[in-house]
């Protein structure tokens, strides 16, 4: 039975997360709809690794098994064709072996939050972008943000609902950048807590408004109390950008 993996884009706005959800949409529940639209059998999509209700991704990836084989180009055509009108698009599909695990092959998640700042209310942006109207020090934020590379406990940022074994993650990269009154923060890992990244970057913003100090910052990472964190960035600014194999 071939296995094919995809590559996939979403805007996160119209569903509960990635996740199948009973009663709710979610992007699973409409990629596994396609799936069984194309080939007639009812068949799991296994992501790798679940978005919370409202962030977006450019590059999520997934594998499924169909029995039926598909030229890979005519199945993302034809899963495409199934997905409208849902803001979901398979940007490839490509045959891989058995051995391919969306989820536990994953060498590193990359992904990337958007901060607008400027005082103006949002205009082709709204939906997909943090406004934060106070000017904010991206430097200060940048340089706190070293604090939180490498292997740390991260309860402080972890959700109180987090499923994860263990609140021990390895932070690869966290970098601030500015350009113009847009801000992006790049971050990489293997994996992350629920609610890891929106956590590391609403504490952040407290950094860049002054509210915070780096040392702030690093003593509510050291408290390891979830009451600890700052405000928790919005789902809109997030995006699933790559996942590395």
């Known amino acids: 039975m071939p296995r094919y993996k995809l590559t996939i884009e979403y805007d996160g706005a119209p569903f509960f997360g990635w996740q199948l959800q009973e009663s709710l949409p979610s ?15 009812a068949t799991r999509v296994h992501g790798s690794g679940r978005t919370d209700a409202g962030v977006h991704a450019i590059g999520q990836v997934a594998h499924c098994d169909i029995e039926k084989p598909f030229r890979p180009d005519r199945l993302r055509d034809a899963l495409n064709a199934h997905l ?60 706190a943000a070293q604090r939180l590379i490498g292997r740390h406990d991260f309860t402080t940022f972890r959700d109180t609902e987090c499923q994860a074994k263990s609140p021990e993650k390895t932070l690869d990269q966290l970098d601030v950048l500015r350009e113009g009154d847009a801000i992006t923060v790049l971050t990489s890992a293997r994996s992350y807590l629920h609610s890891q990244v929106r956590s590391m970057v609403g504490s952040l913003v407290w950094v860049g408004q002054g509210r915070w100090s780096a040392d702030d910052l690093a003593a509510a990472l050291a408290a390891r109390n979830r009451a600890a964190c700052g405000v928790v960035a919005p789902p809109e600014g997030l995006y699933l950008v790559r996942v590395e194999y």
């Open 27 to 41: 992007v699973q529940g409409a990629l596994e709809a396609a799936v069984q639209a194309t080939c007639g059998v």
């Open 84 to 143: 409208r009108p849902n803001p979901i698009a398979v940007l490839d599909a490509e045959i891989v072996g058995d051995d391919f695990d969306a989820r536990f092959s994953a060498k590193k998640r990359h992904y990337r939050y958007r901060i607008v700042n400027h005082r103006a209310n949002l205009a082709l942006d709204r939906g997909r972008v943090w406004r934060v109207p106070q000017r904010l020090d991206a430097e200060a934020m940048h340089v």
